[in-house]
T-cell receptor, first 111, second 115 residues
Framework: AQRVTQPEKLLSVFKGAPVELKCNYS??????LFWYVQYSRQRLQLLLR??SRESIKGFTADLNKGETSFHLKKPFAQEEDSAMYYC?????????????FGKGTLLTVNP | GAVVSQHPSRVICKSGTSVKIECRSL??????MFWYRQFPKQSLMLMAT?????????EQGVEKDKFLINHASLTLSTLTVTSAHPEDSSFYIC???????????FGSGTRLTVV
C-alpha cells in the first residue's frame, strides 16, 4: 500500500503566486513527516520536518492528522524554488527506521 | 554539518561485469545506512538497509544476490551490483541519519550505466 501520495507530478506557477504542494500519507502509528527538495544537479536535501514546525525558505507545512495530510505551502513563489519536492514518511520499528518517499512533484516557477 | 560522501558519481560498465559503489559518512558514525534507487523522473525507492556488522535488510522485490551490501565499518557501506545488465542502469543514492539529527543525510548519488 502506498504510504505517501503526492497527487501532482508537475506544478507550474508564476513568480509571486502562492504555491501548495500536496502530500497525503497512510500510517497507523504516529507519523513523522518530512519534505525534501532536489534542485537541478544537486543532491537531495532536507527542507523541513513537521516536528520542528519551522519555516524554511518561506515554506511551511502543517501536519493535519484528521486529513492525513502534510501539504507544503509558500505564499509567494520565487524562481529559485523550481525543483523536485518529495514528501517522506519515517516509519519506526523498534531501533529500525525506514524513510518512504512520495513520487515527487516537479515545481516550476515561471518569471 | 553531517556529510555523506558517495563514490563514484558516475560509472559506465559492460554488461556482465560487477560495479562497487561506496558510501561514507565523513564526520559521524553510521550504524545504519540506506540504499535507494531512483529511476528517471521517478521517486526514490528504498532497496535495502545496511547494518554495520550484520546482514543488510532488503526490501521486497530486491535481489540480494544481485545487489550485495557490505557495511564493514561505522563509516563505510558498499553496494556491489553483480553481473550488471542494462536494466540495472539507474541512479543509486545512499543515506544515513547522523546522531542527534532528526532527518536523513543523502549522498550525491551514483549514475550507473550498463552498456
Amino acid at each position: 500500500a502506498q504510504r505517501v501520495t503526492q497527487p501532482e507530478k508537475l506544478l507550474s506557477v508564476f513568480k509571486g503566486a502562492p504555491v501548495e504542494l500536496k502530500c497525503n500519507y497512510s500510517y497507523s502509528g504516529s507519523p513523522e513527516l518530512f519534505w525534501y527538495v532536489q534542485y537541478s544537479r544537486q543532491r537531495l536535501q532536507l527542507l523541513l520536518r513537521h516536528i520542528s514546525r519551522e519555516s524554511i525558505k518561506g515554506f511551511t507545512a502543517d501536519l493535519n492528522k484528521g486529513e492525513t495530510s502534510f501539504h507544503l505551502k509558500k505564499p509567494f513563489a520565487q524562481e529559485e524554488d523550481s525543483a523536485m519536492y518529495y514528501c517522506a514518511l519515517l516509519e519506526r520499528g523498534g531501533s529500525n527506521y525506514k524513510l518512504t518517499f512520495g513520487k515527487g512533484t516537479l515545481l516550476t516557477v515561471n518569471p | 554539518g553531517a556529510v555523506v560522501s558517495q563514490h563514484p558519481s558516475r560509472v559506465i560498465c559492460k554488461s556482465g561485469t560487477s560495479v562497487k559503489i561506496e558510501c561514507r559518512s565523513l564526520d559521524f558514525q553510521a550504524t545504519t545506512m540506506f540504499w535507494y534507487r531512483q529511476f528517471p523522473k521517478q521517486s526514490l525507492m528504498l532497496m535495502a538497509t545496511s547494518n554495520e556488522g550484520s546482514k543488510a535488510t532488503y526490501e521486497q522485490g530486491v535481489e540480494k544476490d544481485k545487489f550485495l551490501i557490505n557495511h564493514a565499518s561505522l563509516t563505510l557501506s558498499t553496494l556491489t551490483v553483480t553481473s550488471a545488465h542494462p536494466e540495472d542502469s539507474s541512479f543509486y543514492i545512499c543515506s544515513a541519519i547522523p546522531p542527534g539529527y532528526y532527518g536523513y543525510t543523502f549522498g550525491s548519488g551514483t549514475r550507473l550505466t550498463v552498456v
